[in-house]
């Protein structure tokens, strides 16, 4: 079935630098990928949603400037948490679609999440 | 986006059968229903999808009525190993999933 793919899984950084995550669709092409952010024992919070070619729409309360989404390619997206604090510190998961409309519904598929630590 | 509504848990024993029902009263004509599983520290995974009657495959069964205001995920003969947080999730094509705070399920001996 479809498999998407993040990395890395698990990421440390300190206070003030940037770290970029990377989502990839494995074998199916995805114009559209969604960025959410969960922390523990939370449910998933829509961040942006990412479309090939164009730029990313993000959530209110998201900081475009912090989060920074990039989506060049139809089986790549990436999140750039920029001067990260340990606020930031969350569960990031990626998700895209393999849906072809209508018939087909909207069927997402998931990450395996990448959890971000900054110490 | 139409809204969801589901018990916020459950407990079962293993080998029972769990029937886990979602409100959304408000599903419009092109949104499709569809379920995930989420371990912790796991992206949710994909269980089934339905848009109308009844959906099998080899791991669980959905349940949808003529009206779709509702929809019954059914798990049969549940193990430990089914426990997680189960997401229901409305909507069509292009659009994002609002999640909701999902069901956790607890399989106990």
């Known amino acids: 079935g479809a498999v998407v793919s993040q990395h890395p899984s698990r990421v440390i950084c300190k206070s003030g630098t940037s770290v970029k995550i990377e989502c990839r669709s494995l074998?199916?092409?995805?114009?559209?990928m969604f960025w959410y952010r969960q922390f523990p024992k939370k449910s998933l919070m829509l961040m942006a949603t990412?479309?090939?070619?164009?730029?990313?729409?993000?959530e209110q309360g998201v900081e475009k400037d912090k989060f920074l989404i990039n989506h060049a390619s139809l089986t790549l997206s990436t999140l750039t948490v920029t001067s990260a604090h340990p606020e930031d510190s969350s569960f990031y998961i990626c998700?895209?679609?393999?849906?072809?409309?209508?018939?087909?519904?909207?069927?997402?598929?998931f990450g395996e999440g990448s959890w971000l630590t900054v110490v | 986006l139409a809204k969801t509504t589901q018990p916020i848990s459950m407990d079962s024993y293993e080998g029972q059968e769990v029937n886990i029902t979602c409100s959304h009263n408000?599903?419009?004509?092109?949104?499709?229903i569809t379920w995930y599983q989420q371990f912790p520290s796991q992206g949710p995974r994909f269980i089934i999808q339905?848009?109308?009657t009844k959906v099998t495959n080899e791991v669980a069964s959905l349940f949808i009525p003529a009206d779709r205001k509702s929809s019954t995920l059914s798990l049969p003969r549940v193990s430990l190993s089914d426990t997680a947080v189960y997401y229901c999730?409305?909507?069509?094509?292009?659009?994002?999933?609002?999640f909701g705070p999902g069901t956790r399920l607890s399989v106990l001996p």
């Open positions: 074998d199916f092409q995805a114009t559209t």
């Open positions: 408000n599903i419009a004509t092109n949104d499709y």
């Open positions: 990412s479309n090939e070619g164009s730029k990313a729409t993000y």
């Open positions: 998700s895209a679609s393999s849906g072809q409309a209508p018939r087909a519904g909207n069927t997402i598929y």
């Open positions: 339905g848009y109308k």
């Open positions: 999730l409305v909507g069509s094509y292009g659009q994002n999933f609002v």
